[in-house]
């Protein structure tokens, strides 16, 4: 496994200029253009419906408070507005 996770496989480096990378791909695969933002939102919300401590989540994220991280968790998606609303209850 390389140091990167995008890796060029022609040269064997990262890829300088990732949104031309993530344009790239979608268009190769056919499917709808998404960002690397898009990406993780959607790994943020698979692990908290896997139950991933709060606190695991936000370190992946490099939030520095946990308060940043659950309010990027609730835009996600309103059953995780409740369950966090419950929690406080």
């Known amino acids: 496994m390389g140091e990167y996770v995008f890796m060029n496989p022609t040269t ?6 990732r949104i031309k990378l993530i344009h790239s791909l979608c268009e190769k695969a ?14 943020a919300s698979k692990l908290a419906k896997e139950n991933v401590p709060l606190t695991d989540i936000q370190k992946l994220l490099g939030h520095t408070r946990p308060t940043t991280t659950d309010n990027y ?6 059953s995780l507005s409740d369950a966090i609303n419950k929690l406080e209850e």
């Open 12 to 17: 064997k480096t990262r890829y300088d200029n």
């Open 73 to 78: 968790l609730q835009s996600l998606s309103p």
């Open 30 to 43: 056919g499917v709808k253009l998404f960002t690397y933002h898009n990406l993780r939102h959607w790994g």
